[in-house]
């Protein structure tokens, strides 16, 4: 299966998975309200960030056994530090229950259960099925990961929405959230091929070799994703956090089919430039990047002018988010381009100098964010997610500049944004069009009307004005189509 085929596959599979989880977001939100979310969102922000504990050992095995030596003994030298990590983490999550409890306000009027017992039970199974998922992209079946994520977020969502039918509400999302973690991870096992071998001592020096570096990169996806949420948690209500976590779920949506891209890469550039030379990877950088905005450049476009509709799906306590929204989705396009340099950076093997540019990110958006929502509230948390991105970008590509003869795609970029300026234009135009004659007044056909319309237009106009996308879309479908060819 070819590159192209892979991320296709990926992407399917990172769509459906989004599609189940955008849909029962939207029955939470609509069945618990904006505080639910708000908590709910809280919690599992903080479990996400005591995972970066072992985030830099899950990259330093991914990385090493995809270069396709001593993949066994590298796995169990992993399994090996996880397991003591595990430990620590729950001593410490009894050891400042007070703390939590006090943090993620008003759990206890939901739950009569310790909030030290959800930590824990997140935590382990987390670590488990990612574990499992890293494993499964080292050995570069890719495409099986990806197919695994709809199983994952299905099997959360049936299981939540069960018990949030049932009546227990916000228990009913944490327990529901475990039960699909705890399958995911068991099915994944069936396609892991590495058998765990006895470890030497230059195993574990390899691995945290890696390691010292690229559990910053997991910092700075969780800075990214997380950090606004838990500022957010100090200075607003449960209520606006839920808010600002419903418009970043819209928003991530449009980052899928980057991320598609990244997960395929990542292997194939490691595997490239360990096998052969740093020089060998450019051309799939060069893909990659040429191909990133291919979702989320009309995704900006269309979410700018629908930004308010889209938010009133969930209910009239969201349409706050309009502006959140907007200036999210523009976050996840720029970081999306500054992830695949990253992603290069780490595959090929100089993860300290993603570390540097993960630092700069970092520290500037913990102190953007807390200037700017003390000032402006979630529109500011939002906006400091935007000029993080930007500048963690313009330093992703300035560094990978300077070590590999890539040549920076602009004509393919260009063609999407033409396409989906035009697209935007068609939306604009009859959503005017819409509010003026009244013909249609039920908000989700409105919504769903516009975004099928405006998908048409814009994959038709990049097929008839980019011969580049034309030949991959012809090359990657498992029948010809004249036109096309």
Same mark, same amino acid.
Not at 261 to 277: K, N, R, V
Not at 324 to 339: D, F, K
């Given at each position: 299966?070819?590159?192209?085929? &892979?991320?296709?596959?990926?992407?399917?599979?990172?769509?459906?998975?989004?599609?189940?989880?955008?849909?029962?977001?939207?029955?939470?939100?609509?069945?618990?309200?904006?505080?639910?979310?708000?908590?709910?969102?809280?919690?599992?922000?903080?479990?996400?960030? *005591?995972?970066?504990? @072992?985030?830099?050992?899950?990259?330093?095995?991914?990385?090493?056994?995809?270069?396709? /030596?001593?993949?066994?003994?590298?796995?169990?030298?992993?399994? !090996?530090?996880?397991?003591?990590?595990?430990?620590?983490?729950?001593?410490?999550?009894?050891?400042?229950?007070?703390?939590?409890?006090?943090?993620?306000?008003?759990?206890?009027?939901?739950?009569?259960?310790?909030?030290?017992? =959800?930590?824990?039970?997140?935590?382990?199974?987390?670590?488990?099925?990612?574990?499992?998922?890293?494993?499964? &992209?080292?050995?570069?079946?890719?495409?099986?990961?990806?197919?695994? #994520?709809?199983?994952?977020?299905?099997?959360?969502?049936?299981?939540?929405?069960?018990?949030?039918?049932?009546?227990?509400?916000?228990?009913?999302?944490?327990?529901?959230?475990?039960?699909?973690?705890?399958?995911?991870?068991?099915?994944?096992?069936?396609?892991?091929?590495?058998?765990?071998?006895?470890?030497?001592?230059?195993?574990?020096?390899?691995? =945290?070799?890696?390691?010292?570096?690229?559990?910053?990169?997991?910092?700075?996806?969780?800075?990214?994703?997380?950090?606004?949420?838990?500022?957010?948690?100090?200075?607003?209500?449960?209520? *606006?956090?839920?808010?600002?976590?419903?418009?970043?779920?819209? +928003?991530? =949506?449009?980052?899928?089919?980057?991320?598609?891209?990244?997960?395929?890469?990542?292997?194939?550039?490691?595997?490239?430039?360990?096998?052969?030379?740093?020089?060998?990877?450019?051309?799939? !950088?060069?893909?990659?990047? +040429?191909?990133?905005?291919?979702?989320?450049?009309?995704?900006?476009?269309?979410?700018?002018? !629908?930004?308010?509709?889209?938010?009133?799906?969930?209910?009239? #306590?969201?349409?706050?988010?309009?502006?959140?929204?907007?200036?999210?989705?523009?976050? &996840?396009?720029?970081?999306?381009?500054?992830?695949?340099?990253?992603?290069?950076?780490?595959?090929? #093997?100089?993860?300290?100098?993603?570390?540097?540019?993960?630092?700069?990110?970092?520290?500037? /958006?913990?102190? *953007?964010?807390?200037?700017?929502?003390?000032?402006?509230?979630?529109?500011?948390?939002?906006?400091?997610?935007?000029?993080?991105?930007?500048?963690?970008?313009?330093?992703?590509?300035?560094?990978?500049?300077?070590?590999?003869?890539?040549?920076?795609?602009?004509?393919?970029?260009?063609?999407?944004?033409?396409?989906? !300026?035009?697209?935007?234009?068609?939306?604009?135009?009859?959503?005017?069009?819409?509010?003026?004659?009244?013909?249609?007044?039920? @908000?989700?056909?409105?919504?769903?009307?516009?975004?099928?319309?405006?998908?048409?237009?814009?994959?038709?106009?990049?097929?008839?004005?980019?011969?580049? =996308?034309?030949? &991959?879309?012809?090359?990657?479908?498992?029948?010809?189509?004249?036109? *096309?060819?």
């Amino acid at each position: 299966m070819n590159i192209g085929q &892979t991320s296709i596959i990926v992407y399917l599979s990172l769509l459906f998975a989004s599609a189940l989880g955008f849909l029962s977001t939207l029955y939470f939100a609509r069945k618990l309200g904006p505080e639910i979310i708000g908590i709910f969102s809280l919690l599992m922000a903080v479990i996400t960030w *005591l995972s970066l504990a @072992n985030v830099g050992l899950g990259e330093a095995m991914k990385k090493r056994i995809s270069e396709g /030596n001593d993949q066994g003994e590298f796995l169990s030298a992993t399994i !090996l530090c996880i397991i003591p990590i595990a430990v620590i983490v729950a001593i410490l999550a009894v050891a400042f229950q007070p703390t939590l409890q006090n943090y993620v306000d008003g759990f206890d009027k939901y739950v009569n259960i310790s909030i030290v017992w =959800f930590v824990m039970g997140v935590f382990l199974i987390r670590t488990f099925f990612q574990s499992v998922f890293r494993t499964l &992209t080292s050995q570069r079946m890719v495409h099986i990961r990806g197919l695994l #994520d709809p199983v994952s977020i299905g099997g959360k969502s049936l299981f939540q929405i069960i018990l949030v039918a049932g009546g227990y509400g916000l228990l009913g999302m944490l327990v529901g959230w475990m039960l699909g973690g705890l399958l995911v991870g068991v099915i994944g096992l069936y396609w892991v091929r590495i058998r765990p071998a006895r470890p030497s001592k230059r195993h574990f020096k390899s691995l =945290f070799e890696y390691a010292k570096f690229s559990w910053l990169t997991g910092l700075k996806s969780r800075a990214f994703n997380q950090v606004d949420i838990l500022l957010l948690g100090a200075f607003v209500s449960s209520s *606006l956090v839920g808010v600002y976590a419903v418009a970043w779920s819209i +928003a991530k =949506f449009l980052e899928l089919f980057g991320n598609s891209i990244g997960q395929t890469m990542f292997p194939e550039i490691s595997h490239t430039s360990a096998q052969d030379s740093t020089e060998a990877a450019a051309g799939l !950088l060069e893909d990659s990047l +040429a191909f990133n905005g291919l979702i989320a450049i009309p995704g900006l476009i269309g979410g700018l002018v !629908l930004a308010e509709r889209l938010m009133r799906l969930y209910g009239p #306590d969201f349409t706050r988010g309009g502006a959140v929204l907007a200036l999210l989705i523009l976050a &996840t396009l720029v970081y999306s381009y500054q992830n695949q340099l990253l992603n290069t950076l780490n595959a090929i #093997d100089r993860p300290d100098i993603a570390f540097r540019i993960n630092v700069v990110f970092i520290a500037l /958006n913990a102190v *953007l964010n807390v200037v700017l929502i003390s000032q402006y509230g979630i529109e500011g948390a939002a906006a400091a997610t935007v000029i993080s991105a930007a500048v963690g970008l313009g330093l992703s590509y300035y560094a990978l500049d300077s070590l590999i003869d890539f040549e920076t795609p602009v004509r393919e970029p260009t063609r999407q944004i033409a396409a989906a !300026l035009l697209m935007g234009g068609v939306i604009w135009v009859a959503l005017e069009s819409i509010e003026t004659t009244g013909l249609i007044t039920h @908000n989700a056909i409105i919504v769903v009307s516009l975004v099928t319309s405006g998908a048409g237009v814009y994959f038709l106009t990049l097929l008839g004005i980019s011969p580049q =996308f034309r030949a &991959t879309v012809n090359r990657n479908l498992p029948f010809e189509v004249p036109f *096309l060819g």
